[in-house]
């Protein structure tokens, strides 16, 4: 969420509402400490095999693209992340394999000629005088309108949550369809890969469609997080302070599974104060 008080505008991307409905008080967190905002090694795998997929799906050859996967690995290894589930000599240990199901198993699934990575920030709506925008970048764009987002994933995915919640494919459909890249109902795809260092890890192509009234919804889900935090925008254009207030925590949700030591760098100041 990005808040700019001279254009009055307020920006969201999926990944940050995302969080905000896990949990609001480690959002709050994070944007009082960004610096533990950081990539996990698990989340690393992923940088690697999209990069691989962007440059196969552009027309390059395998070395060259797996080149860049372990390219990709290199640059965000020498950036600061945790280790929440393996080394680093695992994560390259991994890749190849993986980048190989994805070359057999999605890749022929996929129809060529579309658009890589495609960057937006699109208005959604007008509220309290603020414009609201909503921004993020679509991994795929089939020529037919179909999106696709590069997964890697620990085990496989359940069709029926993310169809009934997940936030991404609802705004990267909008987007897609504001651009004039797809019409609704729009086909979405998750392209996973299931981490693993076997000679050829599983694959999932989970697919549903996305229509107007789930933008209308999240439109409306959006709405709701303003409402809740109309004071702290207030607040931070008359302080010039953040959103996020350092004495007021906000709702502390638990009720999902990365509000673990693991997967949440507050843990020890947050739950884990009260359960080991
Ligand atoms: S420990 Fe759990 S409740 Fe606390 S900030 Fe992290 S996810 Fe939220």
Not at 105 to 119: K, N, T
Request: include cysteine.
């Amino acid at each position: 969420m990005k808040i700019d008080h001279e254009a009055k505008t307020i920006t969201f991307r999926q990944s940050w509402l995302n969080n905000y409905f896990n949990c609001p008080e480690q959002v709050r967190r994070l944007m009082l400490e960004p610096d533990e905002d950081q990539s996990s090694d698990a989340a690393i795998l992923g940088t690697g095999v999209h990069a691989y997929a962007e440059l196969r799906l552009l027309g390059e050859d395998r070395v060259v693209a797996t080149a860049a996967a372990f390219n990709a690995l290199d640059h965000e290894f020498s950036l600061p992340h945790r280790i929440v589930q393996m080394s680093e000599d695992k994560v390259y240990s991994f890749i190849p394999a993986m980048l190989a199901s994805f070359e057999r198993d999605l890749l022929p699934q996929v129809e060529r000629g579309g658009e890589c990575e495609v960057e937006f920030k699109l208005l959604l709506g007008e509220w309290n005088g603020w414009t609201i925008y909503v921004s993020g970048t679509i991994d795929y764009v089939a020529p037919s309108g179909d999106l696709w987002d590069w997964k890697t994933a620990g085990r496989k995915y359940e069709k029926w949550e993310k169809e009934r919640w997940a936030i991404q494919p609802t705004i990267y459909s909008f987007a897609a369809v504001t651009l004039g890249k797809s019409e609704y109902p729009v086909r979405w795809r998750y392209g996973i890969v299931l981490k693993s260092p076997v000679k050829r890890p599983e694959t999932q192509v989970v697919e549903f469609y996305r229509r107007e009234g789930h933008i209308e919804w999240v439109t409306h889900q959006i709405y709701s997080i303003l409402e809740t935090h109309r004071f702290d925008i207030d607040l931070q254009e008359n302080c010039g302070g953040t959103l996020a207030s350092p004495l007021v925590p906000w709702v502390k949700n638990d009720q999902h599974a990365l509000c673990s030591e693991k997967w949440c760098p507050f843990w020890s100041t947050c739950k884990g104060q009260f359960v080991v």
